[in-house]
């Protein structure tokens, strides 16, 4: 795709997956319904978590994707975000993958399209994507 003024930038992506302890269909149900207390669960990571239906502006505005039959949850930035001073657009998919030998865990993807060429590709918001799951596990393991 072509942006204007700034060359040829196309859909790029970062992957990771995280061994999580808690239930699966606990985590799942966590991130697919209840992302609003996501807070209560990495609070020293994200401070706030508004779910409006309204279409008032928000500081990240993002359109939540969820598909129960592969326990994948996708949310695409639509407008607010520091992210997207950097990228065109900004997507993250969260897919909890259900035992087997290897245990549980969730794929984090995070698709991305850059404004210009120069700009790094989205690491550290993948890493905090990571960090946010392992709290999240963490906290559903006390609960």
Known sequence: MAVSGAGTCKLETLEAEVEIKAKADQLYKFISNKHH????????????????????????????????ANKRVSLEALEGSHV???YKSYKVTY????????????????????????????????????????DVDAHLLKE
Not at 48 to 54: A, G, K, M, S, Y
Not at 109 to 125: A, H, M, V
């Open 37 to 68: 207390d996501v807070p209560k669960a990495a609070s020293d990571k994200i401070y706030d978590v508004t779910v409006h239906e309204d279409g008032n502006v928000e500081t990240y505005k993002e359109k939540v994707e969820i598909d129960e």
């Open 95 to 134: 897919q909890v993958i259900t035992p087997n030998s290897e245990g549980s865990s969730v794929k984090i993807t995070l698709e991305y399209e850059k404004l210009s060429e120069n700009d790094p590709p989205p690491q550290k918001y993948l890493s905090f994507l990571v960090n946010v799951i392992k």
């Open 84 to 86: 997207l001073d950097n």
